[in-house]
T-cell receptor
Framework: DAGVTQSPTHLIKTRGQQVTLRCSPISGHKSVSWYQQVLGQGPQFIFQYYEKEERGRGNFPDRFSARQFPNYSSELNVNALLLGDSALYLC?????????FGSGTRLTVV | DAKTTQPNSMESNEEEPVHLPCNHSTISGTDYIHWYRQLPSQGPEYVIHGLTSNVNNRMASLAIAEDRKSSTLILHRATLRDAAVYYCILLIYNQGGKLIFGQGTELSVKP
């Protein structure tokens, strides 16, 4: 069975640019969450979507946005990138109970 | 916001039990306690979760204090493959089920 798939795995962007990260959940999972993990720290909650509706938002600026599509896949967009946005971005899907995480997208802002 | 507190690192010998502690004194009645572990360059992997009662599964056991302000993850026989960062997490049920991660405990296992 395919797990949670994230793309791309790595990318490098310049300050001020915009980036879109993609996530495909496990088949049948209707909830998708996004987390940011800065090096050496635990992941921090950014967004959660369920059935295409936003169910939760973490303490992140409006430069961060997300959406969920009818097939339950999701995109995370970050505008006006800052050096501090460099991190591993994790997507997790869930049905009931435990969450399954993807391997993440490593974003480097230079 | 609720938070968890864990030791930064712990060391264990192979094939010995490991007890990983976690404090979550600000937990509310509907918050679940989750444990995940993470290897380098991978996403966190689910280990176990519970609400009030102790829980067992094939990977580990979770012991929850009666007042729910602390919990302990128990690996019964550590193997080299158990070396990872272990996160004690609160699932905030009344905020859509978001996970609040702590700083994690880096577990090293000596052969």
């Amino acid at each position: 069975d395919a797990g949670v798939t994230q793309s791309p795995t790595h990318l490098i962007k310049t300050r001020g640019q915009q980036v879109t990260l993609r996530c495909s959940p496990i088949s049948g999972h209707k909830s998708v969450s996004w987390y940011q993990q800065v090096l050496g720290q635990g992941p921090q909650f950014i967004f959660q979507y369920y059935e295409k509706e936003e169910r939760g938002r973490g303490n992140f600026p409006d430069r961060f946005s997300a959406r969920q599509f009818p097939n339950y896949s999701s995109e995370l967009n970050v505008n006006a990138l800052l050096l501090g946005d460099s991190a591993l971005y994790l997507c997790a899907s869930s049905l009931v109970g435990g969450y399954t995480f993807g391997s993440g997208t490593r974003l480097t802002v230079v | 916001d609720a938070k968890t507190t864990q030791p930064n690192s712990m060391e264990s010998n192979e094939e010995e039990p490991v007890h990983l502690p976690c404090n979550h004194s600000t937990i509310s009645g509907t918050d679940y306690i989750h444990w995940y572990r993470q290897l380098p360059s991978q996403g966190p992997e689910y280990v176990i979760h519970g609400l009030t009662s102790n829980v067992n599964n094939r990977m580990a056991s979770l012991a929850i204090a009666e007042d729910r302000k602390s919990s302990t993850l128990i690996l019964h026989r550590a193997t080299l493959r158990d070396a990872a960062v272990y996160y004690c997490i609160l699932l905030i049920y009344n905020q859509g089920g978001k996970l609040i991660f702590g700083q994690g405990t880096e577990l090293s296992v000596k052969p």
